[in-house]
């Protein structure tokens, strides 16, 4: 029971920053967000949280308000398998 409880919280935790995110474009509401979203997460979830990604086909990504120290934009990159699941995910500059 308390397992249970404390996915649920996590759950809530994650559905309230991938709101934040969704609506600023923050960064730190999406490094959160990517810490609590596990590898093996098909694609359908990701957007459930995250909403409407960049889809480069092979990955998501989601980009934030700023830019880092090479001038490129900051962003989360969801590496996804050939089943649809994330087997990958980082967030930091995207160079390309």
Not at 28 to 43: C, K, P, Q, W
Not at 63 to 84: E, K, R, W, Y
Request: aromatic share 8%; charged share 25%; proline share 2%.
């Amino acid at each position: 029971m308390l397992l249970t409880a404390l996915l649920i919280a996590c759950q809530s935790e994650l559905e309230r920053l991938g709101n934040t995110y969704q609506e600023t474009q923050d960064y730190e509401s999406l490094s959160r967000a990517v810490d609590l979203i596990e590898l093996g997460s098909d694609t359908a979830f990701v957007r459930s949280i995250l909403g409407e990604p960049i889809d480069m086909g092979f990955d998501f990504r989601y980009l934030v308000d700023s830019t880092g120290p090479n001038g490129c934009v900051i962003g989360a990159v969801f590496h996804i398998d050939d089943n649809g699941k994330v087997d990958q995910k980082w967030i930091d500059e995207v160079c390309e």
